[in-house]
DNA sequence: ATCCTATTCAGATTTAATCTTAATAGGATT
DNA sequence: AATCCTATTAAGATTAAATCTGAATAGGAT
């Protein structure tokens, strides 16, 4: 008994609990994030919609991508270069990431235990957690030597 | 029998360990950060170097900022806008944020046992931890009514 | 059908960060 | 001290990321 695939349950429900409506864009966007292996960022996703029938503005993809965050359908990722890249949020559940600073390799890492550390920790300010980027940065095995 | 403060032996150290040198440049801005107690940003740090004496180029300021990440004598911070925020690591030593998506608020938090987690999950992968990006978004206590 | 508000589009604009070329600094060699 | 050599920096141009602007559109309410 499994929850249906990449439902937009998560993702409208926010959007109503904000007064946002389910607009044709934000299903478009909602629906290629959702079944993206790879990492991306703002601008790769704009490209995709290009000669995809109808066209979504740039604008309208960097206005979405937080909504898709605070729905939990996405997650902050890491990658090469200063954009700010995202994932969705997959069987694999949440992860955070390791990125080498002289060769860019990325890891990726689960903690449960930080996870819990970091909610209790907002909890403690009163502050509601709704997502967070984790990022180490440091040398990786195959770049340590000499 | 404190240290001495704004010590630049790590920095120095950190340079010499890569083969660059301490050059007046470099000091010029070790100075200035290590006194600075609020947050900033690398292009305000630029800016505070006009008009002073000696200046000193955008670009080296820039290039100079992850010298000092790497050795410890800055770390990443968080701030309004999409610059990149950092301040010193000082007598309260290091700390994560917490952001609030509604307000901008930042909280500052310290929590020992993330740290130890990070570290304890980086040894795992044989990788190198020098420093790392830990931030927080959600909603604060003030922006949750209603 | 008309009105009203939210949303989107397209491209211009802004702004952050990096790159380019030439100049400079400072150590090593003779 | 003069020359050479390599790393570093300056200044401003360039690139590239993200946001803004004004007009157009969508879709629900009256």
Same mark, same amino acid.
């Given at each position: 008994m499994e929850?249906?695939?990449h439902s937009p349950a998560q993702f409208q429900a926010l959007l109503? =609990?904000?007064g946002l409506k389910y607009t044709y864009e934000r299903k478009m966007i909602f629906d290629e994030v959702s079944h993206l292996k790879e990492h991306f960022d703002?601008? =790769?996703l704009y490209e995709r919609f290009k000669g995809k029938g109808r066209r979504i503005s740039r604008d309208t993809v960097y206005r979405t991508l937080p909504l898709l965050l605070e729905s939990h359908v996405i997650q902050k990722s890491a990658g090469a270069g200063k954009r700010e890249f995202f994932e969705r949020i997959g069987r694999k559940g949440h992860h955070d990431h390791m990125i080498c600073i002289k060769c860019g390799k990325i890891i990726e890492f689960q903690c449960e235990e930080?996870? &819990?550390? @970091?909610?209790? &920790?907002a909890q403690e300010f009163g502050f509601?957690?709704?997502?967070?980027?984790h990022r180490l940065f440091g040398?990786? &095995?195959d770049? @340590?030597?000499g």
């Open positions: 929850a249906a695939k109503e =609990s904000k703002a601008d =790769s930080i996870e &819990k550390l @970091q909610e209790k &920790k509601k957690l709704t997502f967070h980027d040398t990786c &095995k770049c @340590q030597h």
